[in-house]
């Protein structure tokens, strides 16, 4: 007997494409508000070149940019989510990198406020090239109705809010952990 492909609800795979792109925008947005910032995150991961920093760093955005129109457009989705989901690879596999080195106390280079390395976020960015992997499949063949337009706009919003709760959360543990470093430091010179 045939395997029979797995479908999936088109509103559900609208979903998570619509918060991929959002992720990917408001990543790209703060590496281009932020370059030089995100360029010295670039730097300390010590991954590439120094002499191609800046090339890099000027590139990630604006790949970041046209994954996330790609993945809305019907024709070029497969190929971007497949794009995605490399690219969270790459970004988790240099932070692994980074981590194996021992090297947690610099900035992921993510965007917003400064956010150190941490398993969790190796965890974050492989879930979301599994997220990725998991819509680029064929979708159940059905009408789209009113309701499906409401509830795809909520759900996307749903799903971003939760991603930003969820980095916000990673980005807390991150501090405390520093803190907590930064208390056994003060107590063993105390000593």
Known sequence: MPAVPYLVDPVAVG??????????FAAAWHKL???????GALEAY????????PLAARVLPVVEVLLGIA?????????????????MLVYAAAMSLNLGRGRDQIDCGCGGESHSLSWALVARNVVLAG?????????????FE?????TLIVSVLAFYVLYLMA??????ASRLRQLSQAHVHEEAEVK
């Open 71 to 87: 993945i809305l457009v019907p024709i070029t989705r497969a190929q971007a989510l497949a794009g995605t989901a490399m690219l």
């Open 131 to 143: 997220a990725a992997l998991a819509v680029a499949g064929p979708t159940v063949d059905r009408g």
């Open 46 to 53: 010590q991954l590439l070149p120094t002499a191609l920093v």
């Open 167 to 172: 980095d916000e959360l990673l980005r807390q």
């Open 146 to 150: 009113w309701l499906d337009g409401v």
């Open 33 to 39: 508000s932020e370059h030089d910032v995100f360029a």
């Open 15 to 24: 979903a998570v494409i619509g918060a991929l792109a959002l992720i990917l």
